[in-house]
């Protein structure tokens, strides 16, 4: 039986699933075949989300000549639900623009492969906690 309950699907079972809104230790007490009883614990450890840099990143730099290293520009962070993310040419001209965490740049608009080049850009990231964050930067586009 794990304790506490409150936060479990089900105590009575193996390996319930835990749905704690802080940091919970629980403890699983058993007894064996021969009688013997004894008592492990987990602590579920809640991560305080922070919307805030260095927790939400883009990089300066990247590289999208086809190593597989660095070929396209992602936002990063663990705690963005939502996100708006555009980059510019030195003109202003919209060169990409993604509302998915999954979709990065790859160096190109139109169809055309976009040379050596500092692109400015504009996030909007919500975090799960409702926590908006927003920030403007450059970034570069090199290519050997």
């Known amino acids: 039986m794990w304790t506490p309950a409150e936060t479990l699907d089900n105590p009575f079972i193996s390996n319930p699933i835990a749905s704690p809104d802080t940091t919970t230790t629980y403890f699983l007490t ?7 009883q004894a008592t492990v ?7 305080t989300p922070i919307c805030d840099d260095p927790y939400i990143f883009v990089p300066n730099t990247f ?3 086809g190593d597989q290293i660095n070929d396209q520009l992602f936002v990063r962070g ?4 939502e996100l708006k993310f555009i980059v510019f040419d030195r003109w202003g001209n919209q060169v990409f623009l993604t509302t998915d965490k999954q979709i990065g740049w790859d160096g190109t608009y139109q169809q055309k492969v976009l040379g050596n080049d ?4 504009y996030l909007e990231a919500r975090c799960y906690d409702g926590q ?3 920030k403007r930067g450059n970034v570069t586009l090199l290519r050997p």
Request: glycine letters at 8%.
């Open 118 to 121: 500092v692109f400015g850009y």
């Open 63 to 65: 590289t999208p000549n």
């Open 78 to 81: 663990a705690f963005i639900d």
């Open 30 to 36: 058993f007894t064996d075949l021969n009688g013997c």
């Open 41 to 47: 614990s987990v602590t579920v450890s809640i991560a």
């Open 132 to 134: 908006l964050f927003t």
